[in-house]
């Protein structure tokens, strides 16, 4: 921790500037959300758009994370549990989009009669 009023002051600028990064990645969020000309496909919600909208995000998660939640001075089995929750996660995601691309649960629950 600080143990100096220069090392407090280093500390405080920090999560100034951490703050500030948040807040203009917010703003582009809003922007790419709303106004056109951001519009990175066809109008409306495009999987451009939510790749952006993603990637601004985990910009935004990774400073919280390392900075406000001081996880840029942890020990390595900290990164080793991030990294195993990131990778079961896509895991989820892609067992969700095999679910989603298969045509006998799409035929099975689209055109079953009453």
């Known amino acids: 921790m600080a143990d100096s009023a220069e090392e407090i002051q280093k500390h ?13 990645g917010t703003l582009i969020t ?4 709303k106004f056109p000309i951001f519009d ?7 999987p451009p758009d939510i790749l952006a909208g993603l990637a601004i995000a985990t910009v935004k998660v990774s400073f919280v994370m390392l900075i406000f939640m001081h996880l840029n001075h942890e020990r390595p089995l900290i ?13 989820l995601f892609f067992l969700t989009y095999l679910a989603w691309i ?4 799409y035929d099975h629950f689209w055109t079953r009669s009453g």
Do not use: S
């Not at 500037?17 to 807040?23: D, F, P, R």
């Not at 990175?40 to 495009?46: D, K």
């Open 12 to 24: 405080i600028k920090t999560y100034f500037m951490v703050g500030a990064i948040l807040v203009v």
């Open 40 to 46: 990175l496909g066809a109008p409306g919600v495009t």
């Open 30 to 33: 809003v922007a790419v959300a």
């Open 102 to 105: 298969d045509p006998a649960v």
């Open 79 to 91: 990164y080793k549990i991030l990294a195993f929750t990131v990778v079961f996660a896509l895991g």
